[in-house]
């Protein structure tokens, strides 16, 4: 009797607890989950009223004249993610491919340490660096240093996604093609990258995507243009830094125009997100 | 030299693998303790034994695979046709072209049916289609297997029931045409069916190829094998016909083990 009665007493006492805890979790993620929501809803109803076509395909006009775009910062920010793509996505995935397939020692505990380090590195001082190392020399801002700056702060998410997804691939399928008699790094390049391919190609999407929306080095690498930026070695605009200028202006229409780049960029990595989930994101070589 | 000699005039026998003191440490840790065996030719040949006893370690020596893992000290000699497997003129890749191998879990590669089978031959510069088309077909047919999938070459090797992944996994290894076959317990994670399947797979591949298999499954030893080796504890405790093994063994051992009074 007396026994039943406190285990009842801690049945319900466990109740209330598990009752308390899920709350907790239910409401954390409903905030996590309304940040973004709260975000978008604000830039929709501040910015979507200067969306026009006008704002893709025009150039920005001078102070004082309504209307007017933004078509010079998207292109100058395609311009960038290509150019860091182009020093993030070989550096990080090789390295990647390094560390999960061909080093397990001393090496590649630097090479992740030093990695973790980078990732942890404001994004202003690579631009200070990159200032250092490009601008000064070239004598100018440029698309090739702001890109530049950009694909350093993407190495080492893209490297280590790239070796997290190569270590999910089973040891199964490795021994399996060493064992028909292939060569190791026929292994590397038929099996192991094959399989995991999808989850790489998100990692690279997804750093693409967090570097897109980075101010700070582009400051002092690509500055900023109110004009077209012809080739890769003059000023160029992109989304973020027009954002920040408009933003700090005095001006009630460029404020406007800020929104509606705020809500553009975001738009853009939300959409490159739910790409490379829904592209990539399928049977992953895990389950094989 | 005395034992190069007889080695050698062993080899001259119809032995296919001679494995002389092999000792295989990982790190401390002793995995095979002086194990000497015979494996005939077109003979299938069971190795049984309690988990860690060391099968799998010397099953793994055959083709070398344990060269990849870390810390591995491998002594002692292995002979495939007279030449040993360990001379640094012989490259593992071509070895294991010559002894494949089919291992516990069913690991096709995430690709068609088509493309697993094929990637052997593909690896070894085959680039002919319908020479590819040849092997692959000769191959599932070897496996047992071409009349079940052949309309569906291309679809995911993922997408076909375990047995019949396993037996892809078969036809894969038949593809690069070896010599020797080792088997890592094929079945064990198969119903009883499929396991039968396998089975009969065994019965028909040793008219051409030679086959060591570990198993767990008495039953199965006493049913495919023509020769029976008992392991315990890294050692090889007894060899013999594997009817012998199964009603007369030599060894109380070994008797405790297969009658399955093991302590």
Known sequence: ?288 | METASSLASDASTSAKILVRDLTVRYGSTLALDRVSLDIGERRVTALIGPSGCGKSTFLRCLNRMNDHIRGVRIEGRVLIDGVSIHDPTVDPVELRRRVGMVFQKSNPFPKSIFDNVAFGPRVHGVRDRVALCEIVERSLRQAALWDEIKDRLDRSALDLSGGQQQRLCIARALAVEPDVLLMDEPASALDPIATAKIEELIHELKTQYTIVIVTHNMQQAARVSDETAYFYLGRLIEVGPTEQIFTNPGRQETEDYVTGRFG
């Open chain 1, 1 to 288: 009797m007396t026994g039943t009665r406190s285990t009842n007493g801690r049945y319900a006492r466990r109740r209330r607890v598990e009752r308390i805890m899920f709350g907790a979790t239910v409401a954390a993620t409903a905030s996590a989950l309304g940040v973004l929501l709260f975000l978008l809803g604000y830039l929709v109803w501040q910015g979507a009223g200067a969306l026009s076509l006008d704002f893709f395909t025009r150039l920005p006009t001078p102070v004082g004249e309504a209307g007017g775009g933004m078509a010079n910062a998207l292109v100058g920010s395609a311009k960038l993610l290509l150019v860091a793509a182009a020093v993030g996505v070989p550096i990080g995935f090789l390295g990647g491919v390094y560390l999960a397939e061909y080093e397990g020692g001393p090496v590649a505990f630097v090479v992740r340490y030093a990695a973790d380090v980078l990732n942890g590195v404001p994004s202003i001082v690579i631009g200070i660096t990159v200032y250092g190392l490009l601008v000064v020399p070239l004598g100018h801002f440029s698309t090739l240093a702001g890109g530049f700056a950009l694909g350093l702060l993407m190495i080492p998410v893209a490297l280590r996604t790239t070796e997290e997804f190569l270590r999910l691939v089973p040891d199964s399928l490795r021994d399996a093609s060493l064992a028909l008699g292939a060569p190791h790094w026929v292994t590397i390049v038929r099996v192991v990258i094959p399989a995991g391919m999808r989850g790489i190609l998100t990692g690279l999407l997804l750093s693409l995507a967090r570097v897109a929306g980075e101010t700070a080095p582009l400051l002092f690498t690509a500055l900023s243009n109110r004009f077209w930026s012809p080739g890769w070695l003059q000023p160029t605009a992109s989304l973020p830094v027009m954002i920040f200028t408009y933003a700090i202006s005095p001006y009630e229409d460029w404020h406007r125009q800020a929104w509606a780049a705020a809500l553009v960029l975001l738009v853009l990595v939300l959409g490159a997100n739910v790409v490379a989930r829904l592209a990539f994101g399928g049977r992953s070589a895990a389950q094989a």
